[in-house]
């Protein structure tokens, strides 16, 4: 009877029955799928999400990327060295206020937009659902973190 009592007691401990583990996994295997596509680009994963912004928005300040990417500033610095070395983005302070550290994308990196276009393509076909069912997962997971912030 103790015995049953002790499982019962650890079962919330099990990695079967955490949420998160296969939020995790999931995760890193989806980014996985990516490397093949953005290795030719000579891109990581969070570099090429850093873009997939600046080819939106044009130019943004590093708060205002972090915010959209859930990322801190401590993540983002060698990101955004790394893309101004190869000549994608520009760094620079703010004339309003010089606190304020805006990036945008330069005409090289407007060019790489072009040779992307496929990855979404490419790594879609990695992930089989059904239109509802990404439609479902994507609101969860955009609920998830609406929660957590």
């Not at 330069?106 to 076909?125: F, H, I, N, S, Y």
């Amino acid at each position: 009877m103790a015995d049953q009592a002790n499982t019962c007691k650890y079962d919330k401990l099990k990695l079967e029955n955490q949420v998160c583990f296969p939020l995790y996994a999931a995760s890193r295997e989806v980014v996985k799928r990516y490397r093949p596509y953005l290795d030719p680009l000579g891109l990581t994963y969070t570099q090429y999400i850093a873009m997939m912004v600046f080819w939106e928005q044009k130019k943004c300040s590093v708060k205002e990327l972090g915010e959209k990417l859930y990322l801190d500033s401590g993540t983002l610095t060698p990101v955004l060295k790394s893309l101004e070395t190869k000549g994608y983005v520009r760094r620079y302070r703010s004339t309003e206020d010089e606190r304020v550290l805006l990036v945008e994308v330069t005409e090289e990196g407007e060019k790489l937009r072009d040779r992307a276009l496929e990855v979404p393509v490419q790594v879609g076909g990695c992930v089989r659902f059904d239109p509802e069912e990404a439609k479902t997962l994507y609101r969860l997971l955009y609920k998830l973190l609406d929660t957590l912030n």
